[in-house]
């Protein structure tokens, strides 16, 4: 595996790589953790040039405040009527009676039975009853 050299993360940081070279360098740090470690370096080396927040208690409840509206969002989306949990529970119901009351589980049952009698019908001794024969007839000789 070839590993990318502390200089292109430096472009990477500040943005100096296309978008394609971007996303490769994004796709092997998820798979490098020696390249995890020089990325922090870049991280670290970089540090004093990346702007500071002036405000950090702003920037948090700014952060908060969009992250809380977009969960009521989420939770105020209307449910569809075929998402509800009640119209499956009704579907399954209504599938199930009509099976019933139309037979299909008992034509199964029947076809079921049909096949076991016709594999374990017994056209001779088994062979178990052979050897159990075969055994006491040399005994009493």
């Known amino acids: ?28 740090l ?42 009521v969002e989420q939770n105020e989306r209307k449910i569809r009527f075929y998402e509800t949990t009640f119209l499956h529970y009704t579907i399954a119901l209504a599938l199930t009676v009509i099976l019933m009351s139309s037979g299909v589980f008992q034509t199964i049952t029947n076809y079921v039975d049909d096949i076991q009698n016709t594999t374990f019908r017994d056209e001779g ?11 006491f007839a040399n005994e009493e000789q």
């Open 125 to 135: 001794p088994s062979v178990t009853e052979q050897l159990v024969k075969k055994i």
């Open 30 to 71: 998820l798979a490098c953790d020696m390249c995890i470690t020089i990325y922090e370096k870049a991280l670290e080396d970089n540090a004093t040039r990346l702007p500071e927040l002036h405000d950090s208690s702003t920037f948090t409840d700014d952060i908060m405040a969009k992250i809380s509206t977009s969960k």
């Open 1 to 28: 595996m070839t590993h990318i050299h502390k200089d292109e993360y430096t472009d990477y940081i500040n943005e100096a790589i296309s978008e394609e070279r971007r996303e490769s360098v994004e796709s092997h």
